[in-house]
């Protein structure tokens, strides 16, 4: 049976990643890029749709892993009767080709080891051509454009379409293994040594991790959040994968399962704040390039999400030959969120774009007119309904966060106007921001419930709109904040965190979706801006106790199981982890400024 979710430990090399079970196994890797195919889809189905298994022979006893210190490099400690091992998994940063690298090394005793390889091109739909590479002890792997090579210090044979081999390491002993992407049609990828390797990619991620600047309370919670959000950036581009992989259920069985291998505006305002707070100016810079760069163009074209390269054309498809994780189908490939209309992304990127030029960011006037011209997109089409910050798939609503953040576009670019003397219709930026923020007040309130709704005239609350105070639309003192705020905490709460929005709202996911994790840090924000600091410091410590044991969290948790549930890991949850250990750690300024999470002005 395929792993929990949270058994699961994440590698990469800011290009690729692979997702490495407690059991040796990887189950999951796209090459040669996050969204490229995948040539391991164990995670989606079985063994025979991809993996890669490197464990004992005999029975595991024990296992144990950790990451070393600040780095993605991964050690598993596996202990049977034979005697104890460590397998060491990592993916070298900054080579010509991506590679993932295996070393066995004993412990103690004498244990025997077993290797299993099922290569499985596209998604696990092709078996590729496997031969052995003339003059080395090499496997070659090729179907269509892909190759793979395989290198090992021990023998390897193939058996059912497996390449296998068996072995043994005492102590001290290493065995080595190695796996290249490459071009079919190039020449085959040379040759590296994966003990220099692995020094050099130590050094990486440890030099990475000591450039962070948080001095807070929760340090090894931030460095690993910090590191998940390098890993899972393009390092050619600057864009952020929302996870590296696709179809993991929201809940058990479920159909909701999207493909999160891509590049949200809504991730924007918090990733740089996060960066730039944490002492990241370079990953800042790079991130705030991609957004100018992919939304670039008409401005009624901008759409929520796009590939790490800026890619426009990720239409969602269905791959009908995998049975899904535990049985949850479809398995979706590509995402129908790029054609949604989606009225908060605006706030999103005008913000992000006023938090860089607040920064010190590259602002040049290219990128001022490109805003000026995305606002007075924006003033045509506010009062539309939309899909809202949930990406709902059904009838378009008049979703009360979608309007905030359509005050936030305005309220943002009258700031950038007047901070930096830049040339904008400042004056009719006001009338729409004031019309704006009168139109969410009378009809995004209800009186009888002293709380904002989800949607206009509605009277289901939602997550969402724990994000008012936190993005400056009303301050936190307000009555209107404070009954918001207490309706959440009295109709959203589950086990203690919050749920999206209620289970019989008419919009949203079928009952029984794992609660989304960003939405109870939000909540630990509020309880910040509020001065309840020991109530927030208790949420957080238990949101900190949902990381799995190498410290990775997940888009959802399940309370009736217990368990982690989501694309994974989410790099949604961890940049809300860093923004709520911020805010803790600066409790008393960010209360006296009104929050600063995502509010930069």
């Given at each position: 049976?395929?792993l929990?979710?949270g058994?699961?430990?994440?590698?990469?090399?800011?290009?690729?990643?692979?997702?490495?079970g407690?059991?040796?196994?990887?189950?999951?890797?796209c090459?040669p890029?996050?969204?490229?195919?995948?040539?391991?889809?164990a995670?989606l189905?079985?063994?025979?749709?991809?993996?890669?298994?490197i464990?004992?022979?005999?029975?595991?006893?024990?296992?144990r892993?950790r990451?070393?210190?600040?780095?993605l490099?991964?050690?598993?400690?596996?202990t049977?009767?034979e005697?104890?091992?460590?397998?060491t998994?990592?993916?070298p940063?900054?080579a010509?080709?991506?590679s993932?690298a295996?070393?066995?090394?004993?412990?103690?005793?004498?244990?025997?080891?077993?290797?299993?390889?099922?290569l499985?091109?596209d998604y696990?739909?092709?078996?590729?051509?496997?031969?052995?590479?003339?003059?080395e002890?090499?496997?070659?792997?090729?179907?269509?454009?892909d190759?793979?090579?395989?290198?090992?210090?021990?023998?390897?044979?193939?058996k059912?379409?497996?390449?296998v081999a068996?072995?043994?390491?005492?102590?001290?002993?290493?065995v080595?293994?190695t796996?290249?992407?490459?071009?079919?049609?190039?020449?085959i990828?040379?040759a590296?040594?994966a003990?220099?390797?692995l020094a050099?990619?130590?050094s990486?991620?440890?030099?990475?991790?000591?450039?962070?600047?948080?001095?807070?309370?929760?340090?090894?919670?931030?460095?690993?959040?910090?590191?998940?959000l390098?890993?899972?950036t393009?390092r050619?581009?600057?864009?952020?994968?929302?996870?590296?992989?696709?179809?993991?259920p929201?809940?058990?069985?479920g159909?909701?399962?999207?493909?999160?291998?891509?590049?949200?505006?809504?991730?924007?305002?918090?990733?740089?704040?996060?960066?730039?707070?944490?002492?990241?100016?370079?990953?800042?810079?790079?991130w705030?390039a991609?957004?100018?760069?992919?939304?670039?163009?008409?401005?009624?074209?901008v759409?929520p999400?796009?590939?790490l390269?800026?890619?426009?054309?990720?239409?969602?498809?269905k791959a009908?030959?995998?049975?899904?994780?535990?049985?949850?189908?479809?398995?979706?490939i590509?995402?129908?969120?790029?054609?949604?209309?989606q009225?908060?992304?605006?706030g999103?990127?005008?913000?992000?774009?006023?938090?860089?030029?607040?920064?010190?960011l590259?602002?040049?006037?290219?990128?001022?007119?490109?805003?000026?011209h995305?606002l007075?997109?924006?003033?045509?089409?506010?009062?539309?309904?939309?899909?809202?910050?949930w990406?709902?798939?059904?009838?378009r609503r008049q979703?009360?966060?979608?309007?905030v953040?359509?005050?936030?576009?305005?309220?943002?670019?009258?700031?950038?106007?007047?901070a930096?003397g830049?040339?904008?219709?400042?004056?009719?930026?006001?009338?729409v921001?004031?019309?704006?923020?009168?139109?969410?007040?009378?009809?995004?309130?209800?009186?009888t419930?002293?709380?904002?709704v989800?949607?206009?005239g509605g009277?289901?609350?939602?997550?969402s709109?724990?994000?008012?105070?936190l993005?400056?639309?009303?301050?936190?003192?307000?009555?209107r904040?404070?009954?918001?705020?207490?309706?959440?905490?009295?109709?959203?709460?589950v086990d203690?965190l919050?749920?999206?929005?209620?289970?019989?709202?008419?919009?949203?996911?079928?009952p029984?979706?794992?609660?989304f994790?960003?939405c109870s840090?939000?909540?630990?924000?509020?309880?910040?801006?509020?001065?309840?600091?020991?109530?927030?410091?208790?949420?957080?410590?238990?949101?900190?106790?949902?990381?799995n044991?190498?410290?990775?969290?997940?888009?959802?948790?399940?309370?009736r199981?217990?368990?982690a549930?989501?694309?994974?890991?989410?790099?949604?949850?961890?940049?809300a982890l860093?923004?709520?250990?911020?805010?803790?750690?600066?409790?008393?300024?960010a209360?006296?400024?009104?929050?600063?999470?995502?509010?930069?002005?």
């Open positions: 049976m395929t929990s979710i058994d699961y430990a994440f590698i990469g090399d800011c290009a690729s990643a692979a997702l490495v407690c059991d040796g196994s990887i189950d999951w890797l090459w890029s996050f969204s490229s195919a995948a040539c391991f889809a995670l189905g079985t063994p025979e749709h991809g993996r890669w298994l464990a004992p022979s005999a029975p595991i006893r024990t296992q892993r990451y070393r210190e600040g780095t490099v991964l050690e598993t400690t596996f049977t009767d005697g104890e091992v460590v397998l998994d990592f993916m940063v900054g010509a080709h991506s993932v295996r070393i066995v090394e004993g412990r103690s005793g004498r244990v025997k080891m077993q290797m299993q390889l099922a499985r091109f696990g739909a092709t078996v590729p051509w496997v031969c052995r590479v003339a003059g002890q090499a496997m070659c792997a090729t179907a269509g454009p190759m793979v090579v395989l290198r090992a210090d021990v023998p390897v044979g193939g059912d379409f497996t390449t068996d072995f043994a390491v005492g102590p001290g002993e290493r080595r293994f796996l290249t992407y490459g071009l079919s049609h190039q020449e990828p040379a590296f040594d003990d220099a390797a050099a990619t130590e990486f991620w440890a030099d990475w991790s000591g450039r962070c600047t948080y001095t807070g309370e929760w340090p090894d919670a931030v460095k690993r959040s910090l590191v998940v390098k890993a899972l393009d050619s581009t600057g864009g952020m994968a929302a996870a590296p992989t696709t179809s993991l929201e809940r058990p069985g159909a909701c399962n999207w493909d999160y291998r891509f590049c949200w505006l809504r991730d924007a305002t918090i990733t740089l704040f996060v960066m730039l707070h944490c002492g990241y100016r370079d990953e800042a810079a790079a705030e991609w957004l100018r760069r992919s939304v670039a163009g008409n401005p009624d074209q759409q999400v796009y590939g390269q800026g890619e426009r054309l990720i239409m969602e498809w009908e030959w995998l049975p899904g994780y535990r049985g949850a189908r479809p398995v979706r590509g995402n129908a969120a790029r054609g949604q209309v009225l908060d992304m605006y999103e990127l005008m913000n992000a774009l006023h938090l860089a030029a607040k920064s010190g590259n602002q040049s006037p290219v990128t001022w007119s490109l805003q000026v995305m007075a997109h924006l003033e045509a089409i506010w009062t539309e309904p939309d899909n809202g910050i990406e709902m798939r059904g009838q979703f009360t966060f979608s309007k953040m359509a005050w936030v576009a305005f309220d943002r670019g009258i700031r950038s106007a007047e930096n830049w040339d904008a219709p400042v004056a009719r930026w006001r009338s921001r004031d019309e704006i923020h009168r139109s969410v007040c009378t009809r995004g309130f209800d009186e419930k002293n709380s904002f989800q949607t206009y009277e289901h609350l939602d997550a709109l724990l994000l008012l105070p993005v400056g639309f009303l301050p936190p003192d307000d009555s904040i404070r009954g918001t705020l207490a309706a959440i905490e009295r109709e959203l709460l203690g919050v749920t999206r929005y209620q289970a019989e709202a008419p919009l949203g996911s079928p029984g979706e794992g609660l994790l960003a840090f939000w909540l630990a924000d509020n309880m910040v801006l509020q001065n309840r600091r020991d109530e927030a410091r208790a949420l957080f410590e238990r949101l900190l106790g949902l990381c044991d190498v410290g990775l969290l997940a888009e959802e948790y399940d309370p199981t217990g368990s549930c989501g694309n994974f890991p989410q790099a949604f949850s961890h940049v860093i923004g709520t250990a911020l805010n803790l750690s600066r409790a008393d300024e209360a006296a400024k009104g929050g600063v999470l995502h509010n930069p002005a």
